[in-house]
């Protein structure tokens, strides 16, 4: 199984990114999993991020595709259920564009699901001790941006292909004392066994993961 492994460059003052902090250290160790794994940094800019995507999709045909983005806040790793159509940028990328309540993709549907078996993912991180839950918002930033239009390509150009969207939170030593942390080696532990039930599974766990709020 081929696998196409992304994160993003660092973002809003933050001096690293633990998405592709994380993704490196895959990287580093991957051989062993009976999988080839192309791991990549994407830029966290509207627009260019996707066509860097779209190149990686194109050049290795991929039989699964993980973004992996950074969730300041969140306690643990979130695989993302659903990327919706819609760009509304609280604060400027990287290359200063800040996209207000225009679409990724102009006249795409107004979402669509992952098609990674995000509770199966889920269940698989928890029975290892590793703080997890499915999320069912990506936000409106380059994370949803680009999970949506991955999402668009697989859908229109490469229909075999499963992909989909894990948040991860901050990494001890960013300068987020206050916010929950989660260290580098855990959440590379994760994206791993991500990638290891992807490739175990056809279908998704049939139990709850939906929330009130």
């Known amino acids: 199984m081929r696998v196409v492994l992304t994160g993003f460059e660092p973002f809003g003052g933050d001096a690293t990114n633990p998405s592709w902090d994380a993704v490196r250290l895959v990287a580093d ?9 192309v791991a990549a940094e994407l830029p966290c800019e ?9 190149e990686l999709v194109v050049a290795h045909s991929p039989d699964v595709v993980v973004c992996v983005g950074q969730a300041g806040g969140r306690v ?11 760009d509304d940028a609280r604060i400027p990328d990287n290359a200063g564009h800040q996209p207000i309540d225009v679409p990724v993709v102009a006249g795409g549907p107004a979402a669509y699901f ?3 078996p995000v509770k199966a993912c ?6 290892e001790g590793i703080p997890a839950s499915v999320s069912h ?6 994370c949803n941006h680009v999970f949506y239009g991955l999402m668009h ?3 229109t150009e490469f229909p075999t292909t499963r992909g989909g969207f894990v948040h991860v939170p901050f990494a001890p030593g960013q300068g987020h004392a206050d916010a929950p942390n989660l260290d580098l080696d855990t959440t590379a532990r994760a994206l791993e066994l991500i990638i290891r039930t992807t490739a175990a599974r056809t279908t998704d766990l ?8």
């Open 137 to 142: 918002t990506a936000g409106t930033f380059v």
């Open 46 to 54: 509207f627009g260019r991020s996707l066509d860097v995507l779209r």
């Open 76 to 86: 643990g790793v979130t695989p993302e259920r659903v990327a919706v159509n819609l």
């Open 206 to 213: 049939h139990t709850t993961a939906g929330t009130l709020h």
């Open 153 to 155: 390509l697989l859908a």
């Open 114 to 116: 992952g098609t990674l």
């Open 122 to 127: 889920v269940a698989a991180l928890l029975a």
């Open 29 to 37: 160790r991957a051989g062993d999993d009976g999988f080839d794994l």
